[in-house]
């Protein structure tokens, strides 16, 4: 079974108005898929989709070879999560906040703890992990925000705009994380942005605009010489 995320002619409409029209894309187990998109585009509805905020009867989903659809619980089990806005509780420890995560996870004990301490280690904060959130700067909020999301193991892992708000430095560390979370431990990342330099070369590029899929290919491939954001301002006609 693939280990990879499937989204084929996916459609989703808010009443009248069509958010996403015939949306299809497969990422490899593995790979880094950078999905780009000026607002608007479609991105946040299609994160509703994945993570089952909502559901279309139009098209098809499958995460880790689970049709979201038929088996949701599958699909869901083997998803991480980090979503725009913060959901961690700004009063507890990063510890406790995984902790809490690991619990409602059915994990505990020596098992927990294993999970947790390599999810630490893998964003590189087992040093703060006594600090409480609240005292902590915006990158490392959103590296315990991934490493919560790993937790349970996924094969797949899903980001929304992870970088918003964050300084050049912090963006580029979060990027480099996320990148070896693919190289070294085989995850399958979907990572939405509408900022084209966080994008590399080698990575998976699919480009939705207007609720459509405009170009999916690899970045290097699809942008030639052009620079990604003047590639981008053309294919969307819109600034990056
Ligand atoms: P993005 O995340 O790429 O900025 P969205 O998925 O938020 O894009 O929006 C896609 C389209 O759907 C936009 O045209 C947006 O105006 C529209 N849209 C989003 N949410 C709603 C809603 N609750 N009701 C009606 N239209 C919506």
Redesign the pocket.
Known sequence: MSEGLRVADVTFR??A?T??EEVSFDIAPGRFAALL????????????LLTRLFTTAEGRIEVAGHDIARAPRAALARMGVVFQSPTLDQDLTIRQNLGYFAALHGLSGAEARGRIDAALDRLAIAERAGERVRDLNGGHKRRTEIARALIHAPSVLLL?EATVGLDAASRQAITDHVHRLCAEDGLTVLW?T?LTDEVRDSDRLVV?H??RVLADGECGALRGDAPLKDYFLTATGAPA
């Open positions: 808010y009443g108005k958010a996403l998109g000026p607002n608007g585009a479609g991105k946040s509805t299609l994160f509703g929304d939405a509408h939705l207007r609720g």
